[in-house]
């Protein structure tokens, strides 16, 4: 079945959308490994960590844990190696790894 693009361009207000609708039941990212999607994983260098936590905001997926003022390891069910926590990090404690 092909996309209708004929209203493409055309400016519509809130009125004019089709409704959205929310599935009762179909749970969170938690519930599944979303972690399987990647073929790239972040290593975390504890030695060349200085605590910052400037990683843990950017992550999409909430996959830096943090107890007590400091970043744990990666949550890797749930990261899917997008590498923003990579660009975050002043101090290159973050890299990013293949996976095999």
């Known amino acids: 079945m092909a996309a209708d693009i ?3 361009g055309v400016k519509a ?5 089709t409704e959205g609708m929310v599935i009762p039941g ?15 994983k972040p290593e975390f260098i504890e030695e060349k960590c200085k605590q910052c936590l400037l990683c843990v905001p ?3 997926d909430s996959c830096i844990p943090v107890a007590d003022y400091k970043r744990g390891a990666f949550d890797y069910e749930h ?6 926590c990579v660009k ?3 101090f290159g404690a973050i890299t990013m790894e293949g996976v095999n």
């Not at 207000?13 to 959308?17: F, P, S």
């Not at 179909?26 to 790239?40: C, I, V, Y």
């Open 79 to 84: 990261c899917k190696g997008c590498g923003i």
């Open 26 to 40: 179909a749970g969170t990212s938690r519930e599944f490994n979303t972690g399987e999607w990647s073929t790239d």
């Open 6 to 8: 004929s209203k493409l």
């Open 88 to 90: 975050a990090c002043p």
């Open 13 to 17: 207000g809130w009125k004019d959308l």
């Open 58 to 60: 950017v992550c999409p």
